[in-house]
């Protein structure tokens, strides 16, 4: 316990845009303590982060106009867990092309953004996250990116079509696709569970 508030258990949702409301939503579903993130000092209130689906490059204006950028990479630093979805799973990603763009770089990954095509800009798909749940979990794909690249200390624990879709370094969880948008709580209490214990 330290006084930077690690004893809290409150998870906070990056809400500079995007999808943040349904994940609220399915915290509460679980009955995890949440709280939106919108400014930097809204760090000290939380103990573990998730950074929504949305534009992965209005997300990053904010990033460098609000130092909220610099706060996540201190965040990270104290150990702290941080899942990203889509959009947050590209911000956390250390290469991302289609173009090329900045990122936090947290995670040794390469993704291609908008990589299902225009025709596929949505779609459901059945995946399966052997490690978390013997049977198909359905995902929900919007304008999502692909991970192309998974570096040595990336473990892949969710696949769709042979592609991998959740995967993990450390204290970092990504998602390709947007677990909040289903009625399937595995991927969020997998995480939660992580986060209780960092
Ligand atoms: N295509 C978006 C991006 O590149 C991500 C889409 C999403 O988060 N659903 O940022």
Request: negative net charge.
């Given at each position: ?5 690690d004893?809290?258990?409150i998870?906070?949702i990056?809400a500079?845009?995007?999808d943040?409301?349904?994940?609220g939503?399915?915290l509460?579903r679980i ?5 939106l ?25 904010f ?22 979805t ?7 990603a250390?290469e ?5 763009q900045?990122?936090?770089?947290l995670m040794d ?7 299902y095509g225009?025709?596929v ?5 059945a ?8 049977h198909?979990?359905?995902?929900v794909?919007?304008?999502?990116p ?9 473990r892949?624990l ?15 969880l990504?998602?390709t ?5 289903t ?12 986060a209780?214990?960092?």
């Amino acid at each position: 316990m330290s006084k930077n508030g690690d004893h809290k258990n409150i998870t906070g949702i990056l809400a500079l845009q995007g999808d943040f409301a349904m994940h609220g939503r399915m915290l509460d579903r679980i009955g995890q303590p949440w709280r939106l993130v919108k400014h930097t000092p809204d760090f000290s209130e939380i103990n573990s982060l998730i950074i929504p689906g949305g534009e992965s490059t209005t997300m990053l204006k904010f990033f460098a106009g609000e130092g909220m950028g610099k706060a996540i990479l201190e965040f990270v630093a104290e150990g702290k867990p941080i899942f990203g979805t889509c959009a947050g799973a590209i911000l956390l990603a250390r290469e991302v092309s289609n173009p090329t763009q900045e990122s936090l770089g947290l995670m040794d990954i390469t993704v291609e953004r908008n990589a299902y095509g225009r025709q596929v800009d949505s779609s459901v798909r059945a995946g399966d996250c052997p490690e978390l749940v013997d049977h198909p979990i359905e995902m929900v794909f919007i304008r999502a990116p692909i991970i192309r690249r998974v570096g040595a200390r990336v473990r892949v624990l969710g696949r769709a079509e042979g592609v991998p879709v959740l995967v993990e370094q450390g204290n970092l969880l990504a998602a390709t696709f947007h677990p909040e948008l289903t009625e399937d709580e595995t991927i969020h209490r997998y995480f939660l569970e992580k986060a209780s214990h960092g």
